[in-house]
């Protein structure tokens, strides 16, 4: 991920005084998160759920 996107990406989010303030950490945490982006794994069905549903129950 190139820098300019990363700023862009960081001022969108609300994060322009992290961006200001600690430039390499913000960069990192965008590259870890476009990398953790990558590595899941979409349904092929996109109407399936990752997931069973949640239901609310008596044993909680």
């Given amino acids: 991920m190139d ?3 990363i700023e862009v990406l960081a001022r969108s989010a609300g ?4 961006l200001a303030e600690f430039p390499e950490d913000v960069a990192i945490s ?3 998160a476009a990398d953790v982006a990558r590595k899941i ?3 092929a069905d ?3 759920e990752p997931w069973p549903p949640m239901k609310a129950g008596t044993t909680l």
Wanted: proline content about 12%; hydrophobic content about 30%.
């Fill in 3 to 5: 820098k300019e996107t």
């Fill in 15 to 18: 994060l322009a005084k992290a």
């Fill in 30 to 32: 965008a590259r870890q």
């Fill in 41 to 43: 794994k979409r349904p």
């Fill in 46 to 48: 996109p109407t399936a």
